[in-house]
């Protein structure tokens, strides 16, 4: 069993310089102040020190209206147990007026317990070198530009978070609280993280391999008002069959011609838009079900999979793992 803390509070330094995303930093700075909270209702020390950290000390504006007041500059002595770079929506801006926190990166990366970047910061860490050879993420807008410009790194444009030994890299915004949250249930436990999460009306859990996109957004996003109601439908309909004739029957067109403006009103194929679906459905099923134990067939079967082993082979092609293994990530720890 995880001890809640037993030590001094972890030291934690949020990274940022002027033009950053406010809710990057606010977004874990607020997961560990209530992880706090609930250590102190308990009747137990804080497990966290959390400082504003940056190149120079005073207030720092972000990209909002919003500053935040840095009260220590990052140095390559007193180094933190965990530092937190946020990013920036102009990260190549950022890359050159701030040299000095690649340097700060190469030189802390190998020292420091966990360093993570949340979405476009994770080219602080691709320009220090650090991630070479490893497998990061960032905010799937930019990641065709980081797997460009950073050959060496195996990009994953679409997980939540990725971890690679110290090194942590996040997707977009709100993906640094999911990222948070997975430092306090290590640090905490479960049952502490599931407490901060529930005070921020979040999901405990979405594990890093979970894809960045959702298929209700996706479906938002589309402009023509009869492929919307049809991916509405799809949502609806996930346990039945669904050959992409009758879809295209439902919506009044040709074959062809709906799969045509299926893909370039939505982005993808209408089969990985319901497959993607699938997917997402058997997640919040075995969320739902974690203590349940609800058989992983009855779910396939649900979520409109041709067998257990279907889905199986899917889950392994998109998340990495199989729905044993997912839910077994969502269960309390013991």
Known sequence: MKSETTHLPRTVDIVIYPGFKSLEAIGPMSVFEYANIHLQRRGKPPCYDVKIASVQMGPIRSDTLMSLEASK????????????????????????????????????????????????????????????????????????????????????????????????????????????????????????????????????????????????????????????????????????RLPVSQLASMAGMSLRNFSRLFQQEVGVTTL???????????????????????????????CGFSSDDQMRRIFQKRLSCSPGDYRTRLRTAE
Not at 193 to 220: C, I, N, W
Not at 276 to 294: D, M
């Open 73 to 240: 500059v990052i140095n390559p002595i007193a180094l933190p147990d965990d530092a937190i770079v946020v990013g920036s929506r102009h990260i190549n801006d950022a890359l050159i007026a701030h040299p000095g926190i690649v340097d700060w990166i190469s030189t802390v990366a190998p020292k420091i317990n966990r360093l993570a970047a949340l979405c476009s910061g994770t080219f602080f860490l691709a320009q220090a070198g650090v991630l070479d050879g490893k497998k990061a993420t960032t905010h799937w807008s930019v990641a065709d530009q980081l797997q460009h410009d950073y050959p060496a790194i195996r990009v994953d444009a679409d997980a939540i978070f990725i971890r690679s030994g110290n090194l942590w890299t996040s997707a977009g915004v709100t993906a640094g609280i999911d990222l948070a949250l997975a430092f306090v249930e290590a640090d905490c436990g479960h049952a502490l993280a599931l407490e901060v999460a529930s005070d921020m009306v979040v999901y405990l859990k979405r594990p890093g391999g979970q894809s960045q996109f959702s298929t209700h957004l996706l479906s938002q996003k589309t402009a023509q008002t009869n492929i919307r109601q049809l991916q509405e439908w799809i949502l609806a309909n996930l346990h039945q």
């Open 272 to 302: 990985e838009f319901i497959e993607a679906a699938r997917v997402e459905f058997a997640c919040q099923l075995l969320a739902n079900n974690a203590e349940a134990k609800v058989p992983v067939k009855t779910i396939a079967r649900r």
